[in-house]
């Protein structure tokens, strides 16, 4: 099969495209033919050398897939059956023609939604319903600060916020992306860029502040994200894009405002941890699936920015890293 693959860490004109052994599923696996996967930060820091796969997962970049099943390996229970139409948040190897799946993993795509579409499901839908629920235990009427708004996982919390009744706030780099994310419910958002996010927050909130922050960023925003986090708050550091470094009193403060920091990374989970990853996926195919289709309110929708064929995945690469996109860039696989 073909698969993404990089000779030594570096930039996106090390990848390429190159013929590599099909996997066979082991037991209780799925064998999914990949129609489409995306592309995402951990992609880009793995290709650097700096974000390596869990111990027993496949070295091929990819962290979901979308696609149909193939083959079905032994101890399967079977649920699910051969051309079925199946996406799936993966530990590596989603950038490939095939990728076995546990099969508790595998969730079914929506009626009415491509594979292109249901690519930009897994990982960002899954990350902020996790965060939002199973981490920040969202409650109605709760304020939501999301960092990096339009990103894939921004625009799905903005979603899974007014999904669960609560008000989602927003930053974002560019007027367009604030535009985004007011598209798909942002009840605010603060360009933070040219103006002090914190100060906003806190105005908008009448000076209470909000009950969750879901932040990808880290270091650099510590002191805004305390200014704007309320009394009990709970702030939820998912990514560090600015780095992990703190320089004062943060305790002090946290301390104050009787606030809590959650920490989460869905890939850091191993195989140990592979029930908790099937609650997860159970409770999201239950809970927010049926909003993707019928005649559902809200309706909930997917955010894809672009589409690049497979042997254009350093183009996709160079596209992440201009930070341009709104939503997910997607990986098209041969036909």
């Known amino acids: 099969m073909l698969a993404v693959y990089f000779d030594y860490p570096g930039g996106p004109e090390n990848l390429y495209v190159k013929e590599v052994m099909k996997p066979h599923p082991g037991e209780g696996e799925v064998l999914v033919k990949v129609s489409a996967s995306a592309l995402n930060r951990a992609d880009l820091l793995q290709r650097r050398g700096k974000y390596p796969p869990p111990r027993g997962a496949s070295d091929i970049l990819g962290l979901e897939a979308a696609g149909t099943v193939a083959g079905l390996g032994p101890g399967c229970k079977g649920r699910w059956k051969i051309g079925d ?21 595998l969730m079914p795509i929506p009626s009415g939604m491509t594979f292109i579409q249901a690519a930009a499901i897994p990982e960002a839908w899954l990350t902020a319903f996790q965060l939002l629920h199973f981490v920040g235990k969202i409650q109605k009427d709760e304020r939501v600060l999301i960092h990096a ?18 008000i ?30 914190s100060e906003k927050v806190l105005e908008f909130t009448q000076g209470s502040g909000v009950d969750i922050i879901l932040d990808c ?117 041969p036909a």
Not at 169 to 195: D, H, M, Q, R
């Open 85 to 105: 139409a199946v996406m799936a948040l993966l530990s590596g190897g989603g950038q490939a023609e095939y990728v076995t799946v546990p099969e508790g993993h």
């Open 149 to 166: 708004g339009a990103s894939g996982v921004g625009m799905a919390a903005v979603q899974l916020s007014r999904l669960a009744k609560a």
């Open 168 to 197: 989602p706030i927003v930053t974002a780099g560019t007027e367009e992306k604030l535009k985004a994310t007011a598209n798909v419910g942002a009840a605010a958002g603060f360009n933070y860029k040219n103006e002090d996010f």
């Open 217 to 333: 960023v880290g270091g650099s925003y510590w002191e805004k994200n305390l200014n704007c986090l309320g009394t009990d708050g709970r702030w939820i550091v998912y990514g560090l894009l600015s780095g992990g470094e703190v320089h004062g009193d943060l305790l002090a403060r946290l301390l104050s405002k009787r606030a809590s920091i959650h920490t989460s990374l869905l890939r850091s989970r191993d195989k140990e941890a592979s029930n908790s990853h099937h609650q997860l996926v159970k409770a999201f195919t239950e809970d927010v699936l049926p909003y993707f289709s019928g005649e559902t309110s809200p309706r909930l929708k997917s955010a894809v920015d672009s589409v690049y064929p497979l042997h254009e995945i350093a183009e996709a690469h160079r596209s992440m890293e201009e930070n341009k996109n709104i939503g997910k860039i997607i990986i098209e696989m």
